[in-house]
């Protein structure tokens, strides 16, 4: 069985966020493949299907980014999941907009929804998807973008134009995912990187 895990914030307020796009990428591949977010379970709203032959449980978790490792913890544990078989989607900062990433393992880069499930799994052997949301830019005379900047970008929407960058690669994230329950890490990362 795969468990795929989109990080995200829940709320209305939060939904079209920079910092969603793991919550938004993983909606439109549920839709692609038929599976609804039907149920609670592990602190997340989950759905179940099988996709390409793959048994999968796609998993929002709800206990907000910075606490996304309580909730992952508790599906690999209920679902049984080989952190081989885990595979999370979540922004990027530090990749342009749009781009997309594959990797197994890893630190955080300090990403905070990662940090917790590495910090929950003791372990940061599990596969990602990272998606490209850019850096805001530095004001006008100022050396350095404060924490207090950055938060307050991936907590922004999308702009109208970065969304038309957004929606092309949305798909492109499915695509990356179905490659990867078909054809495997390596596929996918030579495909996708």
């Known amino acids: 069985m795969k468990l795929i895990v989109g990080l995200g914030n829940p709320g209305r307020k939060y939904a079209n966020n920079r910092h969603n796009i793991g919550f938004i990428c993983l ?4 839709r692609t ?24 449980v796609v998993a929002k978790p709800q ?11 508790r599906l690999v544990r209920k679902f049984n999941i080989n952190l081989n078989d885990l595979l999370v989607i979540h922004d990027d900062l530090d990749l342009p907009l749009g781009k997309i990433r594959i990797r197994q393992s890893g630190g955080s880069s300090g990403h ?6 590495i910090s929950c799994l003791e372990s940061q052997d599990f596969i990602r998807i990272r998606v490209g949301i850019g850096r805001p830019t530095k004001n006008e005379g100022s050396t350095e973008i404060s924490d207090d900047e950055i ?13 038309q960058t ?3 690669v949305i ?23």
């Open 151 to 163: 938060i307050a970008y991936v907590l922004s929407d999308f702009t109208a134009e970065q969304k």
């Open 27 to 30: 909606s439109h591949f549920a």
């Open 166 to 168: 957004i929606d092309q």
């Open 33 to 56: 493949q038929g599976i609804r977010f039907d149920k609670k379970r592990g602190r997340a709203r989950i759905g179940m299907g099988e996709v390409a032959g793959n048994k999968v």
């Open 63 to 73: 206990t907000y980014m910075n606490l996304s490792g309580q909730s992952v913890s």
């Open 171 to 193: 798909p492109r994230v499915s695509e990356a995912i179905l490659c990867l329950l078909t054809e495997g890490l390596t596929a996918a990362m030579n495909g996708y990187n």
């Open 112 to 117: 905070k929804g990662i940090d917790s499930i």
